[in-house]
């Protein structure tokens, strides 16, 4: 049951990485950024459509990133993830290259345990079904727009913050602001995003390149960001906003 499983959604996201390819090559990131993001929200839309109308109410504060003062964060786009972290591929490599182009630091998390014995409460609300270093499942996917200088944090709690260096490193850069993607939307996407603010960090929140496991749960998360915590983007929004700057 379990070789099934895997082998059905190493076939469902073969499939995604496929979508994301041209004639079998790599994503056109030399292809206008408006290009990028018309191919991105297309081939989400055929996908899986986790955004919707739900959260616009709650969407009262809209602001441009700085990117001068900005970072991405990439949330664990990992094996493990795989078919979940699928569904957005387009939207989230197309956010890499916008912000690549326009001069913002991009930093990727890979969340992983070393053994059992560091599992925590993660542990017992997940029966143990963690992700522990040394496996295929804890490395990060490829075509996820990663370059080798890029810094990869390493967590352990729902938390890209807790005990990993990133806000001293943050700090350190320079970044005031940062632009949360990745998996999953309700997890450690929103924990990482509530750290951030609270410990002063302005916050962008991606609507199209975050995802979880069903709709209701992804769009719960976009109301209470939007609400209190950080203003809603998009691939679209974010080409808008860095266009003058790339």
Not at 16 to 36: F, H, I, M, V
Not at 150 to 162: G, I, L, N, P, Q
Not at 194 to 211: I, L, Y
Request: net charge neutral; glycine share 6%; charged share 25%.
């Amino acid at each position: 049951m379990e070789k099934e499983t895997e082998a059905k959604l190493t076939r469902k996201t073969s499939l995604s990485l496929t979508l994301c390819t041209d004639a079998g090559s790599s994503y056109p990131t030399k292809a206008p950024n408006d290009l990028l993001c018309v191919m991105a929200s297309s081939q989400i839309s055929s996908l899986f459509s986790m955004a919707g109308d739900s959260y616009s109410k709650y969407e009262i504060r809209r602001r441009d990133p700085n990117p001068a003062a900005a970072a991405l964060l990439v949330i664990d786009m990992q094996h493990h993830f795989a078919s979940i972290a699928a569904r957005i591929l387009p939207a989230l490599r197309s956010t890499v290259a916008l912000c690549r182009a326009a001069g913002i630091p991009v930093l990727f998390t890979r969340h992983r345990h070393r053994s059992p014995a560091d599992y925590a409460m993660l542990g017992e609300w997940w029966s143990g079904d963690l992700i522990l270093d040394g496996t295929p499942a804890a490395e990060l996917l490829p075509d996820i727009g990663r370059d080798p200088g890029d810094r990869v944090v390493e967590k352990s709690t729902y938390s890209a913050f807790a005990g990993t260096g990133l806000e001293e490193a943050l700090r350190g850069m320079g970044v005031e602001e940062v632009i949360v993607t990745g998996v999953m939307t309700n997890l450690c996407c929103e924990t990482s995003a509530r750290e951030a603010f609270v410990r002063g960090f302005r916050v962008f929140f991606s609507t199209d390149a975050t995802a979880t496991s069903n709709k209701d749960l992804h769009e719960a998360t976009l109301k209470n960001m939007a609400y209190g915590f950080a203003y809603l983007v998009d691939c679209k929004r974010l080409e808008a906003a860095l266009a003058p700057k790339i």
